[in-house]
């Protein structure tokens, strides 16, 4: 049943974990500039800066951690962004609960967002995006 989880697997996560801190950098460096100089509403923000770093994070994937050579660059980003954007409303949402709810400060509940996401999205796009999976 988890014969997936191989060498290679585990190889492709940590990939994705270095393509994906790349993106945090993206991702938080916007959403302060938005939010903080800009004066953009938190959630705007949010939104602006994720998916800036999906759109990195897609490239970066695509050429390194996966090694992608589907021709259809159109349908494989589109999928990839789909599944961005669903990631999206889960790290909106945990933002929420947890900034509202909980009255943690933004960026540590952005940090445990960006954590949970991350798993959604490399499971997602190991076995639908770059179907890599069985």
């Known amino acids: ?12 996560f940590l990939k994705f974990g270095a393509v994906g801190f790349s993106g945090l950098l993206v991702d938080y460096g916007f959403t302060y500039i938005f939010k903080e100089i800009f004066k ?37 980003y589109g999928e990839f962004l789909v599944i961005s954007l669903i990631g999206l409303g889960i790290n909106n949402l945990i933002l929420y609960l947890i900034v509202s709810r909980l009255k943690w400060n933004f960026y540590l509940a952005k940090l445990v967002a960006i954590g949970v996401v991350t798993v959604w999205n490399f499971l997602a796009n190991f076995f639908i995006t770059f179907n890599q999976g069985i």
């Open 40 to 76: 953009v509403q938190k959630y705007i923000s949010n939104s602006i800066g994720f998916t800036l770093a999906a759109t990195s994070n897609y490239v970066f994937n695509r050429i390194w951690t996966f090694k992608s050579t589907n021709p259809d660059i159109a349908l494989e």
């Open 1 to 12: 049943m988890l014969d997936f989880l191989t060498k290679t697997f585990l190889l492709k």
